[in-house]
């Protein structure tokens, strides 16, 4: 299992063009390679390039330089279609500020990404969310508005919503950043179950370094490199 | 097949996230909307209503003769500047027409000096000798009881058609038909039966009544003999200014030393329905521009709003919305939008055309019968939101498919 390859990096650069036309290096050279039901963690201080990273690995943002293989394809030459496909069918996301749908319900935000399925995952969308709900121990919740949910439910929601296509990988960008300790030890702990469950590679983007102790492998992002972490926690 | 289940998969998934944003921003919606409705009922009631009154005004318009109408006088020294009504004339005209194989041919003449009396009624209606053709010339037909029939010559006692100012008068329905009046010419009193009642009212204060040229002959010319006489046709409209010109000549052979003039006279040679035109031109133009400023303010309204939802874009698009999914829901926002709003103002504008009390204020005249509203004025108003929805809808769409995912989901 640990042999099938979902991501490659090599040498992976970004650099965006400041107003004042000077060039920002963002990230320097990134190396990383993804398995199936890796669970990676990065670690970095504000500003250094961890979300960055994330939308790239996530096909979402295009490395400016270096190679980046999504299951052996080169990403970096994936039509817009394409990698809108890849990321509705393979990869799930789950961010800082949530970012659930405002006005919709909770099921209808675990709908939503059914609806850029096809086949039975589109006509059974309403099962297969209400039952992605249940798993988070939100049965009892399907039709609260996000608004009416406490941060650690929203984060609920929003991980049923990043799974509910049974993706290859997970991406988390500071999932717990914005809840209590405790609250965001147990949605971590979700996470983790969650995709270990189903098989899926786990990103995790942290400041936390007990969160990020919970991964298999950590890893530094520092001056726009990216350097494995040894963790010497207790807990 | 697997593209094509994505494109019908994607269709229905695009109308429901319309609807679905559609009802989170109920206010919004049917504030930016409300031009849209108002536009549309009035375009709607401008076409509808043009059509409804040209509909009638036609038939009103035809009442006076359907196109082609060709009349025929013959003059004659005895007659002064009359055109005879004699039998010479009228046995004449029958003769050309069917050399002409004319179908639709009737004498026209109005008798006066007489009264019609029913259960102590007197009314003065205007007596029109004509023959059964006439109804098919002038659109007229019985809608009660039936109209005159060639036979009808040989009845017992006169038969008269009446209108519906008559029937009115006299106290005669549906269900009194055939009903037995009495006609008094110059103090002798005959009685006749009413064998028909027409739904018009287009004779004076007392109504109209027909009969015909034989009956009169038979009961009542020799007390009033007619004066004079019109006789008309109804041809095709190809044509028919060169079938009068050779018409008129003929009957000039057939009649010695008369003087024989045939002339085309419906109301298209009068333009009768110019003023019809200019004012559906006129509400469609006033309607267009409500249209135009309703549409403005509904672009105004979705690209301010497309604003915040730059962000719900940008998570969409992290699963799995491609541009062209985002171009299509925001267009179809839109579109559903007016489409219902569109559907709402077209049955405003239903129910203002189809109502009798507010289309006879606007065309001034009594209308009875309610013409059912034109479909294609409905189907044009759906058409036009539809159109106007998805119009309005493109530029908030481009706005949305060029949103960069990454920007939008930065906080
Ligand atoms: N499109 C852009 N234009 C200009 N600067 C950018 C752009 N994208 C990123 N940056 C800059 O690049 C740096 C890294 O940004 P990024 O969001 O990846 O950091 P981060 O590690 O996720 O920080 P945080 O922990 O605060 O979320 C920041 O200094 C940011 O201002
Ligand atoms: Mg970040």
Redesign the pocket.
Known sequence: MRDTQLLKLESVTRSVLLPDDSELHILNGINLSVSEGDHIAIVGRSGTG??TLLNILGLLDRPTTGHLAWRGIDATKLSARRAAHIRGRDLGFVFQQFNLLPGRTALENVMAPLMYATGADFWRRKTLATEALEKVGLGARLDSMPQTLSGGEQQRVAIARALVRRPRVVLA??PTGALDVATGRAVMELLDAATVESGAALIT?THDINVAAMAREQFQLDEGTLKPLTLEVTS | MKSMARLFTGFIASLLEAWQELRIHKLRVLLSLVGVTIAVASLTTAVAGASVAQQLMTEQLERSGRPALINTYAFNQRSDDLPAADAAVTEAFKKTTERFDVEYASMVSRASGYRMLHQGTSIDPELLVADPAYASIHRLFAQYGRWLEAEDAQNLAPAVVIDRTVAQKLGLDENSLPASVDIDVAGQVVSATVIGATSTRDGGLDGQVWMLPQTYEHWFAAKAPLTDATYEMWVPVENAEELAVHFSAQMRAELPGYQVEAMRSDYLTWGGDENLRMLALVAGGIAGIILLLGSLSLLNVAMVTMKQRIREVGIRRSFGATTGRVFFSVLMESVVATAVAGGIGVLISVAVVTNPKILNMFLGSGIDQMPPFPVGAALAGILISIGVGALTGVLPALVAARVKIVDAIRV
Do not use: A, L
């Open positions: 961890k979300s960008d500071e983007i």
